[in-house]
């Protein structure tokens, strides 16, 4: 067979590579050696097994290999063009398992439009008639013949029958009870008042109320040596603690802490330093006064 007619007949690039190579008595062992590449891989690619190296190597392999047996940069884009032709045709075809979803027709498509319009308008009407009758119920509860008026009027005349002076208004303490100490000559209003702020204290034991705006650092001790508090308290709370007098209290951030002694609060700027205040309770009387002056 004449050379030309070898030309003529197609081959792969692995068989073009290794007739270049037999034809200069070269072995694979002389390739590798010489553009330093694995023997096995050139070995792959004369045998048409080009597939098995990675993609990203795999030209790099083949243009080096037929750079060295003296092949043009042209054929070796040819080669190149030719192997991965040969690859893509050896891979095989991806098909889609899933159907595609049916297209919808304009009927359905029209119906579905119209029934989300139908379900928009039934909450717009149904909420439309809540706001309604809350609305009359609220007018309704406001006049003059409702029911919560006449209830109202009605709570008046039965006070009126126990002889209740002035109006009637809501009251922690029984009526029975406001009465019953009126008779007794004591003042109704302080009688409510110490029903909601408790038993009177003991002597020598106060309340004592904290609230803080800011958090803030709260140490209190009572005259016993009992810690009272030694925490911080968060902005926006409110403490209350009794014991029995004297009590040694430090505040941190003071600026933001108010500090009641039996409901009377305590002015704490005298005390204040780098916004610390250090105070004894009760005060200890200034330069001239006599005991107990701000006691």
């Not at 070269?26 to 694995?38: E, K, M, S, Y």
């Not at 790099?60 to 030719?82: H, N, S, V």
């Not at 159907?99 to 029934?115: N, V």
């Not at 009359?136 to 126990?162: C, F, I, M, Y």
Request: net charge negative; hydrophobic share 40%.
């Amino acid at each position: 067979m004449s050379e030309m007619q070898t030309e003529l007949i197609p081959r792969s690039t692995g068989e073009r590579l290794r007739q270049r190579r037999s034809a200069k008595n070269l072995t694979l062992a002389d390739v590798a050696g010489a553009i330093h590449h694995n023997e096995q891989v050139l070995g792959d690619i004369e045998a048409d097994r080009a597939g098995r190296i990675a993609a990203i190597y795999r030209k790099g392999y083949i243009r080096a290999y037929a750079r060295y047996l003296g092949f043009g940069e042209t054929e070796i884009e040819d080669m190149l063009q030719a192997e991965s032709d040969r690859l893509a045709e050896l891979e095989p075809t991806v098909q889609s398992i899933f159907s595609e979803p049916p297209k919808r027709r304009p009927a359905e498509r029209w119906l579905r439009a119209t029934s989300y319009v139908l379900a928009s308008l039934l909450v717009g009407t149904l909420a439309w008639q809540f706001s309604r009758e809350a609305v009359r119920l609220s007018q309704a509860g406001s006049q003059p013949g409702s029911v919560t008026s006449r209830a109202a009027h009605d709570r008046s005349e039965a006070a009126g029958e126990t002889g209740a002076d002035g109006p009637v208004n809501a009251s922690i303490a029984p009526l029975g009870a406001l009465h019953a100490a009126k008779e007794q000559g004591a003042d109704p209003a302080e009688q409510a008042w110490a029903s909601i702020s408790g038993p009177a204290l003991p002597p020598g034991v106060n309340r004592l109320r904290i609230n803080v705006s800011a958090d803030s650092w709260v140490e209190i001790t009572d005259g016993d040596g009992k810690a009272l508090e030694m925490d911080l308290i968060r902005a926006g709370n409110e403490k209350v603690y009794q014991g029995r007098q004297p009590y040694q209290i430090l505040l941190g951030r003071a600026s933001a802490v108010r500090l009641f002694v039996n409901d009377e609060r305590i002015d704490l700027e005298p005390f204040t330093s780098d916004d610390v205040a250090r105070l004894s309770w009760p005060l200890k009387p200034g330069p001239g006064e006599p005991e107990g002056a701000q006691d």
